[in-house]
């Protein structure tokens, strides 16, 4: 037989709630309590580096400078083998010296400014091509037997030379800060490569008179063509108008190079 609490017995525990509530066991948080206090789960590692890798500003911004120092050696290199068919055989025959000219004042200008934007793919993409373009302008020089050729040349690095020292000369002693200083370096820079693109297109009337393209070097123009993308790429993602822009210029100039070398096969002498 269950007795039944008396009402004495639940007067006492009505006064006495708070001590009871303290022995009850504590209720289980809601579920949406517990759902509310985990943690957010972080993507895993490989995930992240997935996205990164498709992302196609990063793909700009840090892929494009690597392979653009490759190319930009490559771009310096590819008339050695021309250069050392000439010293060989102790003639000029279809090369064209003008570009290895100018290519000798725009790397050095390329490796100042560098240099000055402290931008190391700036700088190496240019360390091979200042060695290597001063190297066939003095292995070409004992070659030039036509004196206009010779002449031509001769300005081209002496005017380039000239201007480069002025123009570094002026920006120590004239007190400009490293700001402005690069912004100069970076427009005569910028200025020398886009003469230096075009510089094969000098014998542009002689390709299209003899419908020959031999005094164009392909492997200079396929490197250009290259070369340039990868830069213009780089420079919109940095935002560097001295990178883009006369890469951008090159980039067209040397797709007009391409188009003479398809359209005008090159034709041994």
Known sequence: ?????????????????????????????????????????????????????LNPLDVAEKICPRVGVLTSTFLYLSPALAVLKAIR????????????????????AW????????????????TAGCIAS??????????????????????????????SFCLWTFLCLSGATISKASSVLGLFASSLFIILSGSPLSTIEKVVSTRNSSSILASLTAAQVINTSLWSAYGLAVRDKFVWGPNVVGLFLGAVQLTLKILFPSKKS
């Open 134 to 163: 001063i190297g066939y302008v003095v292995a070409l020089f004992p070659l030039l037997v036509d004196k206009r050729q010779l002449r031509i040349t001769q300005t081209v690095v002496m005017t380039g030379v000239t201007a």
């Open 89 to 108: 055989s102790s003639s000029l025959g279809d090369l064209n010296p003008l570009p290895l000219a100018i290519m000798s004042v725009s790397s050095v």
């Open 1 to 53: 037989m269950i007795r039944r609490p008396s009402l004495l017995a639940l007067f006492v525990l009505f006064c006495n709630r708070e001590y009871v509530a303290a022995l009850a066991p504590p209720k289980p948080e809601s579920h949406r309590m517990q759902l509310h206090s985990m943690p957010k789960r972080t993507p895993p590692r490989d995930a992240q580096t997935t996205k990164l890798a």
């Open 111 to 126: 490796f100042v400014y560098g240099l000055s934007a402290s931008d190391p793919f700036v700088v190496l993409s240019n």
